[in-house]
C-alpha cells in the first residue's frame, strides 16, 4: 500500500533520512517509534507529501507521489497530529466535514457518514456543534480521527495523536483506536515515542535511529530477539517495560 525507495532528507547539512526503502503492506498498523530525531515524524510527513524528499520515491496505493498528484493521492490518505489540527473557527462538525463538502457531497450524504462516524469514535453529538476550544483533548482526537476517516481514505496516518492527554483520556482512546483500527482494516502508519503504545496498536514495529530502521517486528521480537545492543538500551529505557511477558499485549 505504501512504498518508499532511495528516500534521503538533510536539514542544514544534518542528515534527517538516509536512503530509506520501506515497504508497508495494506489492512495492517505500523508504529514508527526511536528517540527524539530519528526521523519518524519527517518519515510520516513525506508519505503525505507535506515534506518533499531530497532523493527517492514515494508511491501509495501503486501512485506515484509527485506535485502533479499529490492532491489526488492525498485523498485517499487521512491524517491526524498531536493537537489535532481543528481550524479553530470552525465548528468540529464543520472541520468534519470540510473536504467532503468542497467535494460536492450532498447534505444527506454528508450527515449520514457524520452519524456513522460519531458512533465509530464514540464522539457526543453535542460535542459536534462545539468549537476546538470548547472540546476536551480527548474530544479533538475523536474529532480529527473522523476527519481523516469521513471520506473513507484506504490509508491512516496518524503523528502522536496521544502525546498531548492525560493518562486516563490517553487509555480511553488508545482502547478506542484499537478497536477502530481492528475493524476497519485500512493501512495505518502511527508516530508514538511510547514502545508499550507502539506494542497496543502495532502488527509491526519500525524502530527507527538516525534516520534508518534499526529493527522491524513485533513486540515480542524486539524484546527478545534485539538486532542489535541499541535496540536493547531502547527497550530497557522504557521502565513500565521491565519483567514484561509479550503475550499481554498480543
Not at 491526524?80 to 472541520?95: E, I, K
Request: with cysteine; aromatic share 4%; net charge neutral.
Amino acid at each position: 500500500m505504501i512504498e518508499l525507495a532511495g528516500v534521503s532528507k538533510s536539514y542544514g547539512g544534518q542528515v534527517v533520512l538516509s536512503r530509506l526503502d520501506l515497504a508497508i503492506a495494506p489492512g495492517r498498523t505500523t508504529v514508527l517509534i526511536g528517540p527524539s530525531g530519528c526521523g519518524k515524524s519527517t518519515l510520516l510527513r513525506i508519505m503525505i507529501g507535506l515534506i518533499e524528499p531530497d532523493s527517492g520515491t514515494v508511491s501509495i496505493g501503486g501512485e506515484m507521489l509527485t506535485r502533479q498528484t499529490i492532491l489526488q493521492v492525498r485523498r485517499g490518505v487521512g491524517y491526524v497530529t498531536q493537537d489535532g489540527g481543528l481550524f479553530p473557527h470552525l465548528s468540529a462538525r464543520r472541520n468534519i466535514e470540510l473536504v467532503a463538502r468542497f467535494l460536492g457531497w450532498d447534505r444527506r450524504r454528508i450527515a449520514d457518514r457524520i452519524e456513522e462516524l460519531a458512533a465509530l469514535t464514540r464522539l457526543p453529538h453535542e460535542a459536534l456543534d462545539r468549537f476546538p476550544s470548547g472540546l476536551s483533548g480527548g474530544q479533538k482526537q475523536r474529532a480529527s480521527l473522523m476527519r481523516a476517516l469521513m471520506l473513507d481514505p484506504p490509508v491512516i496516518l496518524l503523528d502522536e495523536p496521544m502525546g498531548a492527554l492525560d493518562p486516563m483520556v490517553r487509555a480511553d482512546l488508545q482502547n478506542d483506536l484499537r478497536t477502530i483500527f481492528r475493524e476497519l482494516r485500512k493501512t495505518v502508519v502511527l508516530v508514538t515515542h511510547d514502545l508499550a503504545e507502539a506494542g497496543w496498536f502495532a502488527d509491526e514495529i519500525l524502530l527507527m535511529r538516525d534516520g534508518l530502521i534499526v529493527q522491524r517486528g513485533t513486540l515480542k521480537q524486539l524484546v527478545e530477539e534485539p538486532a542489535d545492543p541499541f535496540v536493547t538500551r531502547f527497550v530497557r529505557a522504557h521502565r513500565q517495560l521491565e519483567g514484561f511477558n509479550a503475550e499481554v499485549i498480543s
